[in-house]
């Protein structure tokens, strides 16, 4: 059996989000007993919760909802990258001494412990790297802090730059255990046919 890395955070109450974003909450709706022979819920959250892949509907109003994009930049082979203590944003000549090669889809660690709380104070792309890695192929970027973008922006430049090369983007990955290196990326998003975003089980597999 291939080793599997498992890089999604835990989903419950208390999992960390934007502020103002819906958090998890679950309530059952019917459970085992007299005439009932299984347990149902039903849950409220954000798509944003947990590791999760934004649609290009999240940062333009005419742009596909994440149940019309195509599933193929979210399944197959990335590179991970370590940038940890390289500063606020993740820039081109922090990926370029291994960038040789590269597959369609990167992945970049940029903290010692991926956040369980909300706080400001995450890594983020340069939207110039976003641009750079578009002209070598890239289709898909992810990132073990909450957003691709500072938490403070109010264009989300980077977004934008993901929109105009089409690249997809996963965010909230838990990249902790992950050594750098070439992996197998398996991080398929639901068919939410009107949502900006879905959550995924992100997981990465060995070649």
Request: one cysteine or more; glycine letters at 6%.
């Amino acid at each position: 059996m291939k080793r599997i890395w498992d890089i999604s955070p835990p989903i419950a109450p208390d999992s960390a989000l934007f502020p103002g974003d819906e958090p998890y909450s679950q309530k059952w709706t019917a459970r085992i007993g007299p005439g009932c022979p299984v347990n149902l819920s039903a849950i409220t959250m954000s798509p944003h919760i947990g590791a999760h892949a934004d649609a290009p509907l999240h940062y333009a109003d005419d742009a596909p909802a994440i149940g019309a994009v195509s599933l193929v930049p979210y399944l197959g082979p990335c590179r991970v990258f370590h940038v940890i203590g390289k500063g606020q944003l993740v820039r081109p000549e922090h990926l370029l001494p291994f960038i040789e090669g590269v597959p369609e889809r990167v992945l970049v660690r940029t903290c010692e412990r991926a956040p369980t709380t909300w706080s400001e104070d995450f890594a983020s792309f340069a939207p110039e790297t976003i641009d750079w890695l578009a002209t070598l192929g890239v289709k898909l970027v992810g990132i073990d802090s909450q957003s691709v973008d500072p938490a403070s922006s109010k264009t989300l430049d980077s977004h934008h730059r993901l929109l105009a090369n089409d690249l997809r983007v996963l965010e909230n990955l838990v990249l902790d255990e992950v050594p750098a290196g070439d992996y197998e990326l398996i991080a398929l998003p639901l068919k939410l046919t009107q949502a900006c975003a879905s959550p995924v089980r992100a997981v990465l597999r060995e070649l």
